[in-house]
Nanobody, 123 residues
Framework: QVQLVESGGGLVQPGGSLRLSCAAS????????IGWFRQAPGKEREGVSC????????YYADSVKGRFTISRDNAKKTVFLHMDSLKPDDTAVYYC????????????????WGQGTQVTVSS
């Protein structure tokens, strides 16, 4: 059974850091692209970052470029999103999802989704 479970969210002050984890089961992690998305209250879900299958190429939304880093540990079947210099605008529920080989940051490129983890950036 394909499953994704996000963890690592929480409350952090502006300028702080968090590391989100996406634990995968039921499929071979490095055969698929994995994307991170977020959805703030009243806003549409948007792509944040993704890591491709195979060579592990990474892609970032302009809003997080230089602050967020995505990585993948195939042995642990986990994808991480390390977030630095967090801003109040980063407050959202963060989701990971499974895409295909060519998937990038479009939500319709992804099918299986985790349940999400809340990130709140506030002083």
């Amino acid at each position: 059974q394909v499953q994704l479970v996000e963890s690592g969210g929480g409350l952090v002050q502006p300028g702080g850091s968090l590391r989100l984890s996406c634990a995968a089961s039921g499929f071979t992690l490095n055969y698929y692209a994995i994307g991170w998305f977020r959805q703030a209250p009243g806003k549409e879900r948007e792509g944040v970052s993704c890591i491709s299958s195979g060579d592990g190429s990474t892609y970032y939304a302009d809003s997080v470029k230089g602050r967020f880093t995505i990585s993948r540990d195939n042995a642990k079947k986990t994808v991480f999103l390390h977030m630095d210099s967090l801003k109040p605008d980063d407050t959202a529920v963060y989701y990971c999802a499974i895409g295909s080989q060519g998937s990038r940051l479009g939500i319709y490129e992804y099918n299986y989704w985790g349940q999400g983890t809340q990130v709140t950036v506030s002083s």
